[in-house]
């Protein structure tokens, strides 16, 4: 193995070919990977608030993107809502507003504070955890990365506050955990310091991750990022972004985006491709997709979360996008 960061699968490398790869290759991000854990079973533990996990690790900034690789073993992560997002080993979690979470095993455990099972800084080492009751073991490796893009908006939600990606068979995942081993290896016990593989391999994780998340975006093939940075789209897409469930209208959304109705219809589909009604049709499904492989929601609760007030209708216009049922998209998609 070389010294340096093995390049990127040609999954990743064809990216640049499209425009999603084109705007992710673009994105300016800073960080590394900072802590390693082994945790037993059974374990938990809650973390500090994203703005205290901010000032930690990047000091005078107020959010991060965190991001957690399983190398071994099973877990789960939960923010606000409480609902726990499964993960297994190759599996990558990622919060891409770093909001405060709680993270554990198969077993139940009283969550306890990240403070009190981590060597407080200044670090001079990467910083081990060992934690749990002895029991079967979960590696899981932790990085930040920061960003002034508008995709790391929390006021845009353009991604869920939390989401696990499971790279596909064949190079992706194996480039990820070639290069988390290697990082590994390179780091246990040496001194912390922004070397190149400390660095650039967050970055390079990170996009690949985006990459496979993003791919069922409505309209991304059209330049769905760069949407974000529209003066007409921005507020609209916040809005259905921030609360998917509401039926939203097309004179609400003219309204909050200070234009006419055809103007914002328009804009839509200048940029998009697609009218703003069937964007937030299809941005519903594109998140029932993460909710049905990571979570243990039921159906009729996944679609009243993305806004389908019916069970029976959620069902149809998932099969119509998909080919299948959730309860059939869910039982091949399951992530553990």
Known sequence: ???TVDPLPTTVQ?????????????LRLEGAIFLRAEYTESWSYESATGAVTAQLLRPGTDRVVLFHVVARGT??????DGEKHWAAAGDVIVLPYGDQHRMGGVGEAESVPLATILVPPPWHQMPVIRHGAGGSRTDVVCGYLHSDDALFDPRLRALPPVFVVRPPEGPAAEWVSANIAYALAQVDGAAMGPSTMSVRLPELLLVEVLRLHLATAPA???GWLAALHDPVLRPALAAIHG?????????????????SRSALDARFRQILGLS????????????A?????????????????????????FSRAFKRAYGRSPTSWRAEHRMR
Not at 75 to 80: E, F, L, R
Not at 301 to 309: D, F, P, S
């Open 1 to 3: 193995m070389t010294g």
């Open 14 to 26: 064809s990216a640049v070919a499209d425009p999603l790869g084109v705007v992710l290759q673009g």
């Open 75 to 80: 877990c789960w992560v939960a923010i606000g």
């Open 220 to 222: 991304v093939e059209h």
């Open 243 to 259: 609360d998917p469930a509401h039926r939203w209208t097309v004179p609400e959304l003219a309204q909050l985006a200070a234009v």
């Open 276 to 287: 703003p009604i069937r964007y937030l049709a299809d941005w519903r499904l594109h998140l």
């Open 289 to 313: 997709r993460d909710l049905l492989s990571t979570t243990d929601l039921g159906n009729a609760t996944v679609a009243r979360r993305v806004g389908y007030e019916a069970e029976e209708a």
